[in-house]
């Protein structure tokens, strides 16, 4: 019959377009060793020079380039791809350990992978100084640290670690966080305990008190570990990120419950090298000033002579000095470029100390909270 016959030729068609991807892939797969051999040649170079391997201005010169060439392939999809391949590149360089605020499953975890992809080897630790620690020391090459939240302001914690530890900031990233209800409990009427970190907990306190009123609030140290407790407890529950019911074999039982829906943390990429030659987007520096009126002024007169827009300032107390403190301020430009070197000297001139936490490029959205991991534009 006629239908057979297009059927048939519909089979013919499949297999040639099967053999027209079968070509494409040989011809993918040797493309991606010719570059694998390159960027092996580029660590090469950078082991010799005492260069850092991550290099995220280079990446996104890269990301900006391929998106402007790209077709019916959406963005998101060869941004994925390419996480991965840069992910892949940096691995073949040099093996590269993440620490983050572990156990698998917390949102620095879900941060780090989304933003560094999956070849890297992730080193949960038990606390941000353990984040910091092991950059320091050289066990992990990279760290990733939160920094600050949209709704409730900056993580003190890892601000005060960079006074005691000597890394510097190599890259920004801006998570959206949202939370979900999980567990092997029948239905929400048969809660009797919620486990989450304290933050969640408070993130989510409307939706609870009118939810699970009579239900109660478990705090423990991560939501990884939330889910955890959730596993073997018939009638707890935990909140946390939506892929935790994946990861302990939970149910999703409710979606989203935070009180705010647009939750954003600002994370860190941390490391002991400093990227040279490309000009960076933004510079975070911490600084003292003289006990005296004016000092701090002086200091943000500076700015403002060279037309440098703040980006944020935050004071944090000196340790082991009672009532005196140090600043912190994010600028938008790279105090380190060659340009910047009579900027710098003006701004020495006005403060007692002067630290460079690091220049980096402007970070990207993502949105971490998402089943796939799916990107977002910038809020
Ligand atoms: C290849 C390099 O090293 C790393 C890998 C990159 C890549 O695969 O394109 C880009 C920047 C670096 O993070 C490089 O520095 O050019």
């Known amino acids: 019959?006629?239908?057979?016959?297009?059927?048939?030729?519909?089979?013919?068609r499949l297999g040639d377009l099967r053999k027209e991807i079968d070509t494409i892939d040989r011809e993918l797969v040797a493309l991606l060793n010719r570059r694998a051999k390159c960027s092996l040649e580029v660590g090469e170079t950078k082991k010799g020079a005492g260069d850092c391997i991550f290099k995220p201005k280079r990446e996104m010169q890269v990301m900006e380039r391929l998106l402007v060439q790209t077709d019916v392939l959406p963005e998101q999809h060869l941004r994925a791809i390419y996480r991965e391949i840069f992910s892949s590149s940096r691995k073949l360089q040099r093996p590269q350990r993440v620490a983050y605020l572990g156990?698998?499953?917390?949102f620095s975890y879900f941060a780090g992978v989304e933003f560094l992809g999956h070849c890297?080897?992730?080193l949960p630790q038990n606390d941000i100084e353990g984040v910091f620690r092991s950059v320091a020391s050289g066990e992990s090459g990279l760290g990733i640290v939160p920094l600050e939240n949209s709704l409730h302001g900056t993580v003190g914690q890892s601000l005060d670690l960079f006074l005691?530890?000597?890394v510097r900031i190599q890259s920004e990233l801006f998570c959206k966080i949202s939370h979900n209800v999980?567990?092997?409990?029948k239905d929400l009427a048969s809660v009797k305990r919620v486990y989450s970190h304290p933050q969640p907990l408070a993130q989510c306190a409307r939706w609870l008190r009118s939810n699970l009123p009579s239900a109660g609030l478990v705090p423990v140290e991560s939501t990884a570990a939330a889910a955890r407790r959730a596993m073997s407890d018939p009638e707890g529950v935990a909140i946390g990120h939506i892929q935790l019911a994946q990861l302990f074999d939970l149910?999703?039982?409710?979606?989203s419950i935070e009180d705010l829906p647009d939750n954003w943390t600002r994370f860190v990429v941390i490391g002991r090298g400093k990227e040279t030659g490309l000009a960076n987007d933004k510079t975070s520096l911490l600084f003292t000033v003289p006990d005296k009126s004016g000092a701090l002024s002086s200091m943000l007169d500076a700015f403002?002579?060279?037309?440098i827009n703040l980006k944020k300032l935050e004071s944090r107390p000196m340790r082991g000095e009672k009532w005196k403190y140090v600043f912190f301020v994010d600028l938008e430009c790279d105090l380190e470029h060659e340009e910047y070197r009579d900027v710098m000297a003006d701004l020495e001139a006005n403060c007692l100390t002067l630290r460079v936490l690091g220049s980096y490029p402007a970070g990207p959205s993502l949105d971490v909270s998402a089943e796939d991991g799916a990107e977002t534009p910038q809020p």
Do not use: I, L, N, Q
Request: proline fraction near 3%; avoid cysteine; charged fraction near 35%.
């Open 251 to 255: 149910d999703v039982m409710v979606r």
């Open 1 to 12: 019959m006629g239908d057979d016959r297009s059927d048939w030729s519909g089979e013919e």
């Open 304 to 307: 403002t002579r060279h037309g």
């Open 164 to 166: 005691r530890f000597g």
């Open 120 to 122: 890297a080897d992730y």
């Open 103 to 106: 156990p698998e499953g917390t």
């Open 182 to 185: 999980m567990g092997r409990v």
